[in-house]
T-cell receptor, first 107, second 115 residues
Framework: KNEVEQSPQNLTAQEGEFITINCSYS?????LHWLQQHPGGGIVSLFM???GKKKHGRLIATINIQEKHSSLHITASHPRDSAVYIC?????????FGEGTQLTVNP | AAGVIQSPRHLIKEKRETATLKCYPI?????VYWYQQGPGQDPQFLIS???????DKGSIPDRFSAQQFSDYHSELNMSSLELGDSALYFC??????????????FGPGTRLTVL
């Protein structure tokens, strides 16, 4: 069992839909990160969370420390949101990554 | 704003050759991390440096070595390259605060192909 598990692995949505990606982890963490990786490989850090909820534009990230669970929500999805979304947890300095969720938003 | 710079962006090597990957962190960031992402795989932590000292070590092969220099840039040296070393190598940088965990900013990656 991976230390960080994401669901779903693949997600296809229509433009405008509300999207949720889930992440569960089994280890003690100091923070949880949501990352975005576009085709071609570049990784962008979206959020770092240690509690509660953060919002940036159409993106919202929440974390429940007791349940060891986090969600990434995208409101009013757009084709440019198509990417791999990766949940990663930090314990100390290193990140441990989930396997990612491939999101495709169709126009 | 300045981002993390990695060079080269693409590198092709033969088996048993050596390769050096470079990472230039965001100015004033004191910590550098190296990750390896194989084809279809999630990134794996290799090694990190804080203030020019190795701070953590992950699944880095003995054939690889790395260091952080006085200007905070870091180099990952890879020797006796194997086909399985073909991967995307990411560098990330952060500024470690009192909480010892800060957002890591990723570079664009170096795609290494070993033939």
């Amino acid at each position: 069992k991976n230390e960080v598990e994401q669901s779903p692995q693949n997600l296809t949505a229509q433009e405008g839909e509300f999207i949720t990606i889930n992440c569960s982890y089994s280890v003690g963490i100091s923070a949880l990160h949501w990352l975005q990786q576009h085709p071609g490989g570049g990784i962008v850090s979206l959020f770092m969370l240690s509690s509660g909820k953060k919002k940036h534009g159409r993106l919202i990230a929440t974390i429940n420390i007791q349940e060891k669970h986090s969600s990434l929500h995208i409101t009013a999805s757009h084709p440019r949101d198509s990417a791999v979304y990766i949940c990663a947890v930090s314990s100390g300095s290193r990140l441990t990554f989930g396997e990612g969720t491939q999101l495709t938003v169709n126009p | 704003a300045a981002g993390v710079i990695q060079s080269p962006r693409h590198l092709i090597k033969e088996k048993r050759e050596t390769a050096t990957l470079k990472c230039y962190p965001i100015p004033r960031h004191d910590t550098v991390y190296w990750y390896q992402q194989g084809p279809g795989q999630d990134p794996q932590f290799l090694i990190s440096f804080y203030e020019k000292m190795q701070s953590d070590k992950g699944s880095i092969p003995d054939r690889f070595s790395a260091q952080q220099f006085s200007d905070y840039h870091s180099e990952l040296n890879m020797s006796s390259l194997e086909l399985g070393d073909s991967a995307l190598y990411f560098c990330a940088s952060s500024l470690i605060g009192q909480a010892n965990t800060d957002t890591q900013y990723f570079g664009p990656g170096t795609r290494l192909t070993v033939l």
